[in-house]
């Protein structure tokens, strides 16, 4: 599937679910941010930036065909975003807090990672 074909389908989603009273699910897609996608929103000249490069369309949606090309440009267009967290209770406490891992940390792990799996061969 093209990331144009991913991009039609998840808006065809959101759409759908939001003429729905039930609000989406959050944990279905990782692409849905209260109940939109997320574009990018940092100033225009970077937009304008990433848009030469090929890495987001004309609305700021990262473009991509390969999960290689995803996890790279997502990780330069988002850098300082969050993308995973970590809920963390500590003991003797009903309350917790979210430990947040940015994709500028993602792709550090990446790399690492890509570099020992090369390293073994």
Same mark, same amino acid.
């Given at each position: 599937? /093209?990331? /144009? @074909?991913?991009r ?5 989603l959101?759409?759908r679910? $939001? $003429? @729905?009273?039930?609000?989406? /699910?959050? $944990?279905?897609? &990782? #692409? %849905?941010? $209260?109940?939109?996608?997320?574009? %990018?929103t940092?100033? &225009?000249?970077?937009? !304008? !930036? ?5 890495? #987001? ?24 975003? &969050?993308?995973?967290?970590t809920? /963390?209770? &500590? ?6 807090k979210? !430990? ?6 993602f792709?550090?792990? #990446?790399?690492?990672?890509?570099? #020992? ?5």
């Open positions: 599937m /093209t990331s /144009t @074909q991913l039609g389908a998840a808006i065809r959101i759409r679910s $939001s $003429s @729905q009273s039930r609000p989406t /699910t959050r $944990s279905l897609l &990782p #692409v %849905f941010n $209260s109940g939109s996608i997320r574009s %990018f940092a100033a &225009p000249e970077q937009l !304008e !930036e990433f848009q030469q490069k090929g890495y #987001v369309d004309d609305i700021g949606l990262t473009m991509f065909d390969t999960l290689h090309e995803l996890q790279h440009r997502s990780c330069a267009v988002y850098d300082a975003n &969050p993308i995973f967290g809920h /963390t209770v &500590p003991e003797g406490s009903t309350e917790g979210f !430990e947040w891992m940015t994709y500028g940390e792709n550090d792990k #990446v790399a690492h990672a890509r570099g #020992v799996l090369k390293d073994i061969g």
